[in-house]
């Protein structure tokens, strides 16, 4: 600030905050573009299927628009300086999923579920609303730091939800759900993330010092005292409780990658991952070794083909043998490097979860090897904006939490996307933003409020410091 | 803290590049594979998803299609189907597909590669995929003569043949089935097909007996018999007297090869040995001549390996380690001999058309969706079982067969016609009722051979003194060569 208003330093500082571009208007363009692809997109999927532009698309339309611009409008009255990719980039991938979901309701294969974009666009305006809630009231997001450790109860509540018996439900072999009377399913796990990362964010700021420098040297790593390890023994042992009790590798694998992402950043040690990758490898294949629901998961990776013959012929072998994986495949495969079109595959013969999970099959066979590697870009995209978020922030506490959140969504991104196209064992999650599902939808918008709330900050003009009686003495007086 | 976080951002910038690359992996490296995997459904899908294209016999098509609901939006229907299955097989969009619609399904979906260029063009001007045509050499008056006639006979099958281009006119097999009933995806499409199935089905509708089912030739063999007594030059000429003793016992046996009644075999003509078809002559011709010059010979008119006309034919057999009294045996179509209708129409159309043997064909073109040729098959001589002078001293004695002697039920007013009939006994001590075969062939006034036809007739239910190729097979082969005669005309 006073760079601009002092002709003497003008020439020798680079950039003043007061230059800091508040970037809305970008944010505006780009959201234009987020809104006006899935529309076309819509219309295609509709001539495409009944060779008409869908009679739904005045209201589809006003509705993702007036997302966007409630979004927008929040977010330029109450975090100006956030990152403007975020907002966009989110609301691209919503509509292509509603797209897709829509498109897979016409779906005459798939009669279970009829209705699905309607809700997913209620879902999503209701992720909105909390999106523009944490704006609001979040004024800061070291507020959270107090949260500590009320946090990392309200994860641990969250996580043993579905295990409570007549309010969990098991679908497909993971327990991952529950069921509330009269509103349907919630997936309790995408809000422990959260809720997680807070409570990750919060203890290592504090114990990062004890963490990082009391060690001893071994073998060239610097291995952590005895009782600096508990924490970190602590979140391994509930993943793997995840793990067992809920037969979800996905999450535990989630949780546990957090962890040790938000570690390493926190104490600098790179021995932390090795420690991580030790533990997660002994727990994954200690569990595998007798949870048979694992096992046949990992069968199905290893030989897809197998598993869908297996699940043609019926074989009962007390396993659930699944035919998606191998369905999976061949969407994608059948859509090649440009896909079919939109409406023109036959990804819904996968049958079960094709437009939650195994959403992406969907857009593989029918946007293709380019469309697949947009999405991923995208993917990308926010994730490297939520690692500028930390890089940019000037608290530990919102680095952490930033580096935190960024890494879970790219950690989920590659579980969910690597499963279904067969490069790591299938795990039931799903694809943030794209899939169908209330829980998913409404968390990830809250998580990609709170990452603007930390880069509005991190992006703020500091606050100009109070004028003070020397400056006011050395002012140059001009001759008049 | 700045370090570790730009490691951890290129770690997620290496979680998305794995991901980049599988991408690339399963949706480029491996996409065609998983495109074309049987079974993707989408394979079976986009099968059907076009109208098939048509199998064509004499300017018109003997099949259709038909919409049906579901996954699948077209399915094949079949003019006289029972009639044209051994030609077309069938193609189901439950049981796959077999034979004609099989080998040339590329060209009848219009995938085939050569087809390419064009759907690419169709693909930019939006017309609709087609699937390209596939033209027989048959002749549907010839085809419907062979199978009205076998069905007033019972179990049988007739191949008939072009003998200058190896041209395939006729090839029908009775009992047959209709391929419509099990073209669909329905309930009654799968309980067509049960009943269809050899367990459930004696009579084996299914099989196609023109090319598949090889039978003992019987007496029409010694057409092959006297071939190689005239090639290896054990006699000359058909009026030479050959040195046939009467009863003639088999080599190292004690046991004498009887005739059927009492003919005059001995030291006949070949000419009357043919005429009267007399084992003990051809018996001792094969003896004499041994089992490697017959097989050599028999192998010459195609015996022993598969033809591709270009649905497979079942091999022929002579076999290879016989002794010679075995060898007699053999050489009068006993023992292990035995023919495909196939096989023994080649025979006669070797020695219609001067001794030379043309490869058998049934496809004469493979046309695009828009009628433009894409393929032509051309004539192609297969082997040359013996020469223009012998082809002609074998033609004179069949032709003596049907002007004199067992033949006469397949004389046709103003043609020469040159035949052979066989009864072919099988069945443990032969207690079953013997094949009734005859193989003729037909020569016009021009000089020209239009048709070579072999009918065999395995009917259960005929009194057994009635079944001689003479008797239930040579009407038969009449009638279609007089539909060939006509159609020329």
């Not at chain 1, 995408?190 to 997680?196: D, G, H, R, V, Y």
């Not at chain 1, 007390?318 to 023109?344: D, K, P, R």
């Not at chain 2, 199998?55 to 919409?67: E, K, L, N, P, R």
Request: charged residues 15%; contains cysteine; hydrophobic residues 45%.
């Amino acid at each position: 600030m006073s760079s601009a208003s002092n002709p003497s330093t003008q020439h020798t500082s680079t950039i003043g905050s007061i230059g800091t571009p508040s970037r809305r208007n970008t944010e505006l363009a780009l959201l234009v573009f987020a809104v006006v692809i899935p529309i076309f997109a819509y219309a295609n999927v509709g001539l495409a299927i009944n060779d008409q532009v869908p009679p739904g698309l005045l209201s589809y339309g006003l509705g993702l628009a007036l997302l966007a611009g409630v979004g927008h409008l929040t977010v330029r009255k109450f975090a100006p300086y956030a990152d403007p990719l975020m907002l966009p980039l989110a609301t691209l991938l919503n509509g292509l999923g509603l797209v897709v979901i829509w498109r897979l309701d016409q779906s005459k294969r798939l009669t279970n579920y009829a209705a699905a974009a309607p809700r997913q666009l209620m879902y999503s305006a209701m992720g909105v609303a909390l999106l523009v809630v944490v704006l609001i009231f979040l004024k800061d997001h070291r507020v959270l730091q107090r949260y500590t450790y009320i946090s990392m109860a309200g994860a641990l509540f969250l996580l043993i939800l579905p295990l409570v018996p007549g309010l969990g439900a098991d679908v497909y072999g993971a327990k991952i759900w529950i069921k509330i009377p009269g509103l349907g399913t919630l997936q309790p796990g995408e809000f422990a993330k959260i809720a997680l990362a807070v409570f990750f964010a919060g203890y290592l700021m504090v114990k990062r010092d004890a963490l990082a420098l009391a060690s001893r040297r071994f073998m060239g790593l610097y291995l952590p005292r005895g009782r600096d390890l508990g924490p970190i023994l602590v979140v391994w042992v509930i993943s793997i409780l995840v793990l067992v009790f809920e037969t979800d590798l996905g999450t535990s694998l989630l949780f546990f990658g957090m962890f040790i992402i938000m570690l390493y950043v926190a104490t600098e040690r790179t021995s932390w991952i090795v420690f991580g990758l030790l533990m997660s490898a002994v727990g994954a294949v200690g569990v595998a070794s007798f949870e048979p629901h694992i096992q046949t998961r990992v069968q199905a990776w290893l030989n897809p083909l197998r598993e869908y013959q297996l699940s043609r012929a019926g074989t009962k072998d007390g396993i659930l043998h699944s035919e998606q994986a191998m369905q999976a495949l061949w969407a994608f495969g059948s859509g090649g490097t440009l896909g079919t079109g939109l409406g023109q595959g036959n990804s819904d013969l996968i049958g079960f979860a094709a437009n939650s999970d195994f959403i992406l099959a969907t857009f593989g066979e029918e946007l293709g090897l380019a469309g697949v590697m947009a999405i991923l870009v995208l993917y990308g995209l926010i994730v490297e904006r939520g690692v500028r978020t930390a890089l940019a922030a000037r608290d530990p506490f919102g680095k952490l939490l930033a580096v935190g959140l960024s890494g879970a969504f790219a950690l989920q991104v590659f579980v969910v996307a690597g499963g279904v196209m067969g490069l790591i064992p299938l795990t039931g999650m799903t694809l943030p933003f794209v899939a169908y599902g209330g829980s998913s939808v409404i968390a990830n918008w809250a998580l990609i409020g709170i990452l603007l709330r930390i880069s509005d900050t991190a992006r703020r003009p500091a606050p100009a410091p109070a004028p003070t009686p020397d400056a006011e003495m050395t002012q140059v007086v001009r001759p008049s | 803290m700045n370090k570790p976080l730009r490691r951890i951002a290129i770690f997620c910038g290496l979680l998305i590049l794995a991901l980049l690359v599988r991408d690339n992996w399963i949706q480029y490296v491996q996409a065609d594979s998983l495109r074309e995997d049987t079974n993707n459904r989408r394979v079976a899908i986009a099968r059907y998803a076009t109208p098939r294209g048509n199998i064509i016999v004499g300017g018109d098509s003997i099949t259709g299609h038909a919409t049906t609901t579901g996954d699948f939006k077209y399915k094949r229907t079949y003019k006289d189907g029972a009639m044209w299955a051994p030609v077309t097989g069938f193609v189901s969009q439950s049981y796959g597909a077999n034979q004609l619609e099989y080998i040339e399904d590329g060209i009848l979906t219009g995938n085939d590669d050569r087809l390419f260029f064009r759907n690419t063009l169709d693909m930019i001007t939006g017309k609709e995929r087609a699937g390209g045509n596939v033209v027989t050499t048959l002749n549907a008056a010839a085809q419907k003569a062979a199978y009205d006639g076998l069905k007033g006979r019972g179990k049988g099958a007739v191949a008939a043949i072009e003998p200058s281009t190896g041209r395939i006119l006729a090839l029908a097999s009775y009992p047959s089935y209709d391929p419509s009933t099990i073209a669909g995806g329905g309930d009654s499409d799968a309980e067509a097909w049960k009943k269809l199935d050899k367990k459930n089905n004696p009579d084996d509708p299914t099989l196609n007996r023109a090319l598949r089912e090889v039978y003992p030739p019987g007496s029409t063999f010694k057409v092959v018999t006297a071939a190689a007594a005239l090639e290896n030059g054990l006699y000359t000429d058909a009026d030479e007297k050959t040195k046939s003793p009467l009863p003639w016992i088999m080599p190292g046996t004690t046991t004498p090869l009887k005739n059927e009644g009492n003919i005059p075999c001995e030291n006949a003509t070949l000419r009357a040995a043919l005429q009267y078809s007399c084992n003990s002559v051809f018996g001792k011709i094969g003896s004499d001549l041994g089992n490697e010059k017959m097989l050599a010979e028999a192998k010459k008119f195609g015996f022993t390996s598969e033809q591709f006309t270009p649905v497979r034919s079942s091999a022929s057999v002579f076999s290879d380690d016989m002794n010679p009294s075995q060898t007699a045996l053999s050489s009068i179509g006993q023992f292990n001999t035995a023919a495909t209708p196939l096989q023994m129409a080649m025979v006669a159309s070797a020695v219609a058309n001067d001794g030379k043997l043309m490869k058998p064909y049934m496809v004469d073109s493979l046309q695009a969706p828009s009628l433009d040729p894409i393929e032509k098959t051309e004539p192609e001589e297969l082997s040359q079982p013996l020469t223009a002078k012998n082809a002609q001293i074998l033609q004179s004695m069949m032709e003596t067969v049907v002007k004199d002697g067992t033949g006469k039920n397949a004389q046709i007013p103003g043609v020469k016609v040159g035949g052979k009939t066989g009864t072919a006994q099988h069945g443990e001590n032969n207690s079953k009722n013997p094949y009734a075969w005859f193989l003729s062939y037909a020569k016009l006034g021009d000089g020209s051979t239009p048709v070579a036809v072999a009918v065999v007739v395995e009917d259960d239910k005929a009194v057994r003194d009635d079944i001689s190729g003479g008797g239930l097979a040579a009407p038969i082969a009449k009638s279609v060569m007089e539909a060939v005669i006509k159609s020329k005309k």
